[in-house]
């Protein structure tokens, strides 16, 4: 694994721009980087989608314990909450993707650090920007991402086995250009699988009280709704009770399930089920126990908010989320490529990984000034 500095393209703001990518730079700061890309051999590609495909098995049976056991109090979770999951676990409503956050150097396993199984960002940069930046700089070259490919061949599959309801699929998300271009990528690859999708911002989203059914902004009932938008403020809305209430009327993607996938709390439990996992990292609720280097990770946290590293480095990131609750996981050591820390998104579609994005921050914490990098990888 090697970051290697080159000169970006001339014009490269035009083409991604052309491409989807219209925020690749925000007040002077760069998010989109072509000045460097990271470089991976084929066998550090495979060790990753090993992980990867390892990390959700475990996860899944993660999952399947929790419920089995009912170990909710950790999840801080109401009683309504709990019955949706179990039945949303029972009744295997779809599920498209997520992205798990791992530390790799090359040279020890792959560490997971967490999972965004439901509203997972930064897809048509994976997909599209960077593989675009390869067929035209390194065509020769290689890169871990079959992500459109695997997109639609899952909304195939959803489709040929009839495993949605209704004639077309609702996209609903926020009015953030990062939330219109993820679902863009969506919406796309299932056209492609040949769907019928509409898009809609969540606060759109109606409910007729005379039928206790979702509709959009034409009165049409709402089948199937993809939704970039969290459980867990979702479940803190009167709109969330009548999703929880009508799961057998109108399926929501990603499934309510995922709750306990996207909360930190996950990590400690997992850590107790796989402790012999080369790709976990020890974690505990509460404290950190034995640790004397750890992250303090606020348990609904995002983009490095309520995050804290204890140890030989000392860095914080302040936030909204401290009163979710707090976790404390093993630190290892970030990569440092000459003050660039980079992070490695890795995708699932369905069940298995597609590929990998890279975001690199100057500190050890990513957070929302993350950079994304292209990556490649030879034989």
């Known amino acids: ?208 009280g005379n039928r206790s059914w979702f509709v959009d902004m034409q009165g049409t009932r709402m089948w199937t709704v993809f939704k970039l938008y969290p459980w867990e403020w979702m479940v803190n809305e009167q709109f969330g009770t009548n999703a929880l209430s009508t799961l057998k009327d109108c399926q929501w993607i990603e499934p309510v399930w995922k709750m306990l996938l996207s909360n930190k709390a996950i990590l400690p439990i997992l850590w107790q089920l796989f402790p012999n996992s080369p790709y976990l990292l020890k974690s505990y609720m509460n404290s950190p126990k034995e640790m004397t280097r750890y992250a303090k990770k606020a348990m609904l946290g995002r983009e490095g908010s309520n995050v804290e590293i204890f140890g030989t480095t000392w860095e914080k990131r302040e936030g909204p989320y401290a009163e979710s609750g707090f976790v404390y996981q093993d630190y290892v050591e970030i990569p440092d490529f000459e003050g660039n820390h980079p992070v490695i998104g890795s995708w699932i579609i369905g069940d298995t990984a597609h590929g990998i994005g890279i975001r690199e921050t100057d500190g050890i914490i990513t957070d929302n000034y993350a950079r994304f990098v292209p990556h490649l990888f030879t034989s």
């Open 1 to 208: 694994m090697r970051r290697n500095k080159i000169e970006p393209r001339p014009d490269w703001q035009q083409k991604v721009e052309r491409a989807g990518l219209v925020y690749h730079t925000e007040d002077n700061a760069q998010y989109w980087n072509e000045s460097a890309y990271y470089e991976f051999t084929a066998a550090e590609i495979e060790e990753i989608e090993k992980a990867t495909n390892e990390c959700h098995q475990m996860c899944l049976k993660a999952v399947e314990h929790i419920i089995h056991n009912r170990i909710y109090a950790t999840f801080n979770l109401n009683p309504l909450n709990i019955k949706a999951i179990e039945q949303s676990w029972e009744e295997e409503p779809p599920t498209i993707y997520g992205r798990f956050d791992f530390i790799y150097d090359g040279f020890h396993p792959p560490k997971m650090l967490e999972y965004n199984a439901d509203t997972p960002t930064a897809l048509l940069e994976a997909a599209v920007i960077q593989w675009k930046w390869l067929e035209e700089l390194y065509p020769e070259k290689d890169q871990f991402n079959s992500i459109w490919e695997g997109l639609v061949d899952h909304w195939k599959w959803l489709k040929e086995n009839r495993k949605l309801l209704g004639s077309q699929i609702h996209f609903g998300h926020g009015d953030l250009w990062e939330d219109e271009l993820t679902v863009a990528v969506l919406r796309d690859t299932a056209h492609e699988a040949g769907l019928t999708t509409q898009s809609i911002l969540m606060q759109d989203i109606g409910w007729d």
